[in-house]
Structure formats: C-alpha cells, structure tokens
Nanobody, 123 residues
Framework: QVPVVESGGGLVQAGGSLRLSCAAS????????GGWYRQAPGKQRELVAS???????NYADSVKGRFIISRDNTKNTMYLQMNSLKPEDTAVYYC?????????????????WGQGTQVTVSS
C-alpha cells in the first residue's frame, strides 16, 4: 500500500472552518481520484465527498454546499475544505485515494487509506 498522510483535523467552534489534506509523498504514484469518509462514534463509516479522475465531484446531502473536495496534482495531495461546520460533523475523517504509476510495461494502480484525523465541532 502506498502511504498517504492526513493532516488538518482539530477542534473548532460551530460555524468555523477546517481544511483536511491527504498527501502521497515520497512515492512515484500519483493521486488520480479519491474520497473523504467519516465515522462518528457508534455509526458506520460514510462517504462525504469524492472526486473523479476527470475532476468531477460528488457530495453527501449533509455536506453539500459546505464542503469542497479538490486535488492538487503538483503537490500530489487531495483536500477537503469544510466550512460552516456543525456539531454533527464531528467524526474521524479518512481519505481514500486511487493512485497510478506509469511504467514502460504499463500502468500500475493502487488504493490507499489515510490514517484518519479527528474533527471535533463544539456547539
């Protein structure tokens, strides 16, 4: 598994913002697509946002209009900008990325999960 590192979580008041990052560094694999998931205590992990290889995005209804997923190919990093945060957004957030490496013999694909980062929104 290609290692990816998440960062950017923390404690914020309701109405505040945070930006999560998911970086694949020190690797020749590049991030092509991916998604951000979250898991609150006692709940199942849910997909909140995704971005395709072509750059199209999708969002869960609960975050639509507040969260923005993006990708910076120059930094090999995927982001989740979270605005107007609510207490119900409190969860551990995980990134999942699809990576690609082009070799002479063809392309190699891989899939990796981040280690998770805690986001806590106080009321």
């Amino acid at each position: 598994q290609v290692p990816v590192v998440e960062s950017g979580g923390g404690l914020v008041q309701a109405g505040g913002s945070l930006r999560l990052s998911c970086a694949a560094s020190g690797t020749t694999f590049t991030i092509k697509a991916g998604g951000w998931y979250r898991q609150a205590p006692g709940k199942q992990r849910e997909l909140v946002a995704s971005i395709s290889n072509a750059g199209s995005t999708n969002y869960a209804d609960s975050v639509k209009g507040r969260f923005i997923i993006s990708r910076d190919n120059t930094k090999n990093t995927m982001y989740l900008q979270m605005n107007s945060l609510k207490p119900e957004d409190t969860a551990v957030y995980y990134c999942n990325v699809e990576l690609l490496r082009v070799e002479d013999i063809g392309t190699i694909q891989s899939n990796s999960w981040g280690q998770g980062t805690q986001v806590t929104v106080s009321s």
